[in-house]
């Protein structure tokens, strides 16, 4: 089985190299990062692809990593029950399932303070160099360097991030701080609210120490908001010192003018149960939503997984999953043709092209359907969040 170089070592990267492992490849994580990363705040609903890993190969049950919730549903302005379906949903944190990942891998596959910054596919394998100026060579390099991709920049340039027109605004606050009936309200449930082109949704996620006992958990909100390209979107990515941001605004990033008309409008427009979930989250963070299709994932020895290949809106939450499925294709695509890298590849890329297309055309249904239609329906079975379709 060939050596693999996966570059980037965030929940795509480290998911590839524990599949890739187990398959019997020899696998070494680059990530940029100095120091193990911390993504403060980020709720993120885990789809069963997301946590295959663990179910599969080990002993940690994947609902000691989620709080779940039991039920879909949908409020008014006023707080009243628009709609209401029995479903179970799984809730993670980034940090969460971060830590659990790394936990499982041999810390000398974790290469922290290696950011990759050339790469050249021969047909003897890929030479890559690092910004530090040390050199390696892999049989096969995955890159799961995310949604700004350098790899992806370089071997497809043609290919640019498409901003969807609005934002997500996002932050947790600690469940403890909820009054009694906005906890009661919450606690067991995704709650939506739709409002004129725009949609927000709150749901429990285990606490900072990891903690799932309802009541000590943190309650995670994402408000998506319209931000019209240009100047407007320019003006909001420009951080509190004066930096303008591509991507997301870290908590503490956001200028002062912008929360507190973020706070004004919550005030004004939210479900008072939502609203308060909302408000107590003292930094609240801003990610911008973009669409990025890709034409090809891997040219020569070198793929792109995750969101280094398709970045796509979250309204199905298959960011993690799409990541992981990517990862278990390339696995069983290597193990089938006996680890030839070439043919391997060729196979992989055809279905996970496919998958990754598939979703992202729905996901920007969705998004459209919530920020540009009007067409948002509490209830759509269309809403229901999953990879391979709603619900799959
Ligand atoms: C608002 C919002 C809500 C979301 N909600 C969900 C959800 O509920 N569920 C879900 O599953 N997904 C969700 N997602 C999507 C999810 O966050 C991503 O799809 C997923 O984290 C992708 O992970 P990744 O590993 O591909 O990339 P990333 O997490 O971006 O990781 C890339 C890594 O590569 C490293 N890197 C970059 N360049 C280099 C280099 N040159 N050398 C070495 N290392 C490098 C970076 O430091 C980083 O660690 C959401 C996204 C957004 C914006």
Redesign the pocket.
Known sequence: MPSVAV???????LTAALVLTDAGCDVTV????PAT?EARG??????DE?VRWFAEKTAVDPDSLCSSTNFIRFLDARGGLVHERAHRYRFSS?NTIYRALLAQLAPERYRLG????GLESSPGGVELTLTSGGRRHADLVVA???????TRARLLPGVTPEYSGYV?W?GTMAESELRPGTFAALSDAITYQVLPHSHILVYPIPAASGSLVPGQRLMNF?WYRNVAAGAAFDDLMTDSAGRLRSVSLPPGAVRREFVDRFRADASAQLAPVIAEAALGVAEPFV?A?FDIEVTRMALGRICL????AF?VR?HA???????AADSWELAAQLVGHNGAVEPALADWERRQLRLGRDVLVRCREIGDASQRHGTFTPGDPALILGLRGPGR
């Not at 570059?7 to 990267?13: E, Q």
């Not at 290696?114 to 910054?117: F, G, L, P």
């Not at 799961?144 to 350098?150: K, Q, R, T, V």
């Not at 997984?305 to 280094?308: L, P, R, T, V």
């Open positions: 570059v980037g070592g965030s929940l795509g990267g680059l990530e940029r990062a990363l980020a709720g993120i609903a885990v789809l997301a980034w290696h950011e990759v910054a799961a360097d995310g949604i700004s991709s350098a997500a996002r994402v990610q939503v997984i995750g969101d280094a970045a979250p939450a298959a960011g993690t999953a799409k990541a």
